[in-house]
């Protein structure tokens, strides 16, 4: 006699529970959502962030010799290193009568432009390496190497003061990521030969 009611009262229960959990999934599914766009959103900024200035990459370009391209680099890494440290910056003497301009100084905060100078250094490397894939008896790529290397080593100096100083994570998560990518180049350039005689000639003749 009482089951009839019993059972009306449990399926009137069940309507409300099913509604209750399609509604609390829709609010699971749209924090997932609001969780997702806030983190693209903090995330932009550093995407967009280019490690080099246009005028840069314009020299980059240029310069299709491998030791006159670690050189840009090289001039990139020591511009931002001298706006961190408030040293004067290295010349922009053209050496070339139609090579491009250096442009403006790069912008931004000490853990942006360290950033810049980890991602640079960065892609120095790459260089090498693809140089030295294609062609690995090419001899700019131990000459090239030479160079990065004693910039690596004068970077590793300049990093300890920063990083004895440093209280920003973010500036001290840089300042390792560069000397991760000078340590790299201090240890290829390690089982680097010494300069031929050809090559100690060439620079006694420079003027």
């Given amino acids: 006699m009482f089951s009839s009611p019993r059972n009306d009262h449990s399926s009137m229960n069940a309507a409300p529970s ?4 399609q509604m609390a999934r829709l609010v699971l599914q749209s924090a997932i959502v609001a969780a997702s766009l806030m983190l ?3 995330a932009a900024p550093a995407q967009n962030r280019d490690h080099l200035t246009e005028q840069e990459t314009d020299l980059v370009r240029y310069y299709q010799e491998l030791d006159k391209r670690i050189d840009v680099f090289i001039k ?6 001298a706006i961190i440290n408030g040293a004067a910056q290295p ?6 009568k139609d090579e491009p301009d250096w442009g403006d100084l790069p912008k931004g905060t000490r853990s942006q432009l360290l950033g810049d100078i980890a991602a640079i250094l960065d892609e120095a490397i790459t260089n090498l390496d693809d140089v030295s894939r294609r062609d690995a008896k090419n001899p700019l790529i131990s000459r090239s190497l030479r160079k990065l290397t004693a910039a690596a080593k004068g970077y590793l100096n300049q990093l300890a003061a920063l990083k004895s100083k440093a209280t920003d994570p973010d500036e001290v998560a840089a300042i390792e990521r560069v000397a991760d990518n000078a340590n790299q180049v201090i240890e290829a350039g390690s089982k680097t030969p010494a300069p031929s005689s050809a090559e100690e000639d060439k620079k006694k003749k420079k003027p």
Wanted: hydrophobic letters at 35%.
């Fill in 76 to 81: 990139a890494m020591d511009r931002r290193f």
């Fill in 40 to 42: 693209l959103t903090t």
């Fill in 91 to 96: 010349s922009t003497k053209k050496l070339m």
């Fill in 18 to 21: 099913k509604h209750a959990g």
